[in-house]
Antibody, heavy 130, light 110 residues
Framework: QVQLQESGPGLVKPSQTLSLTCTVSGGSISSGSYYWSWIRQPAGKGLEWIGRIYTSGSTNYNPSLKSRVTISVDTSKNQFSLKLSSVTAADTAVYYC??????????????????????WGKGTTVTVSS | EIVLTQSPGTLSLSPGERATLSCRASQSVSSSYLAWYQQKPGQAPRLLIYGASSRATGIPDRFSGSGSGTDFTLTISRLEPEDFAVYYCQQYGSSPPIFTFGPGTKVDIK
């Protein structure tokens, strides 16, 4: 059973770069039809998707964060990582990593895809403060 | 960019009652790209429904999803004590390829 675990500093100073790593256990990050994603949630608020990466290195980011975000993958370590630059207090949140499954199915002679986040890490709290 | 709106913001019900949660999109969404998640305090979200109506592995059949186009519904047929939580809908937009969450509906005990 695949499990995800976030790790990284819990406190980051304003204007610095937030760096987190998600370690995948119980399976290879390269196997199957999956993307790997980061999501965050400020205290008491909703979920915000940050971005995703495929094991080829192909990425997509939330347009609202795109200028500050870099997601990378290290298949040899079964990990993927998040860097968020120039952080402010507004970046204080619980950060989750998640596996995004895309599943092909056929209907009426055409092929379609499901996309859904089926495995989540427990989350790690990052506070931006001096 | 597609915006998801969920209603009501809070639903106060008793165990055993039926819960009906709504998710409305600002423009048409492919049903295969619509998912629902449950989140309890201090926990990560858990996938309940994908493809608008397919239950994820291990999800009880009291949870069901329906809808198409811009209107989607999550129904909990009979609330169990462990079902009181926040529920989020999510859609995947293929162009550009981004994920969007709704603001959530809190189901609490009346």
């Amino acid at each position: 059973q695949v499990q995800l675990q976030e790790s990284g500093p819990g406190l980051v100073k304003p204007s610095q770069t937030l760096s987190l790593t998600c370690t995948v256990s119980g399976g290879s990050i390269s196997s199957g039809s999956y993307y790997w994603s980061w999501i965050r949630q400020p205290a008491g608020k909703g979920l915000e998707w940050i971005g995703r990466i495929y094991t080829s290195g192909s990425t997509n980011y939330n347009p609202s964060l795109k200028s500050r975000v870099t997601i990378s993958v290290d298949t040899s370590k079964n990990q993927f990582s998040l860097k968020l630059s120039s952080v402010t207090a507004a970046d204080t949140a619980v950060y989750y990593c998640a596996r995004v499954a895309y599943e092909e199915y056929y209907y009426d002679s055409s092929d379609y895809y499901y996309y859904y986040m089926d495995v989540w890490g427990k989350g790690t709290t990052v506070t931006v403060s001096s | 960019e597609i915006v998801l709106t969920q209603s009501p913001g809070t639903l106060s019900l008793s165990p055993g009652e039926r819960a009906t949660l709504s998710c409305r999109a600002s423009q048409s969404v492919s049903s295969s790209y619509l998912a629902w998640y449950q989140q309890k305090p201090g926990q990560a979200p858990r996938l309940l429904i994908y493809g608008a109506s397919s239950r994820a592995t291990g999800i009880p059949d009291r949870f069901s999803g329906s809808g198409s186009g811009t209107d989607f519904t999550l129904t909990i047929s009979r609330l169990e004590p462990e079902d009181f939580a926040v529920y989020y809908c999510q859609q995947y937009g293929s162009s550009p390829p981004i994920f969007t969450f709704g603001p959530g509906t809190k189901v609490d005990i009346k």
